[in-house]
């Protein structure tokens, strides 16, 4: 009689299936995991960046640990706000506020650290020749206000684009074209006055 062929003894640990019979995750998978992977760290650095940058507040009562800048320009409220702390030394800035839409009211209030600032102002709808300079000192729980001020030095020549609609062949289309029309150019001036008490912005005499 033949003898039975003795059973190969397996390694503990060990399987004795084919490695390629083992289930593999389609690669699909694998790159579906990494695109969600860079969104979520894509994500996570915008929440980043939105949460350095201050908003225009108005708390009830100050917070502990924050003093308060007072930004506003006296007869004109149609103003798109620009404003960056500077590092003095290294000249590197951060932007506390920024957008292409005008503040609601009159005044713009910046929560920043208590202490010295540099402060880099300008406006995105004008013409202006350079961003005004200030350095000044933020207290904590108290008011900074900040008078601004524009001053017509000139006019520039800016181009623009004018969407027109014109009648082809083909029916009425719409056409884009380069216009340069004038501009007045601006200056900005700043200046800070002595910090006072916190109040809310409409409890203060140049909100109004």
Known sequence: MFGRSPKKSLKPGKSNLDPSSRSKKPPLWYAMNDGIHKWSLLLLLLLLVISCRSTNVNPADAKPNTGYVDLYSPGDTNLCWEVKDVQVKSGKARTLFSNVKPVQGSVLRLALSPGDHRLSITFLNKAVSIPALLDLTVEDGRITPVLVTLRETGTITARGEQTSFRTTLRGVG????????PATLY??????EPPRPYWPKEALAYSK
């Open 187 to 192: 200056e900005i001036s700043a200046s800070a």
């Open 174 to 181: 719409q056409a884009t074209d380069l216009q340069d029309r």
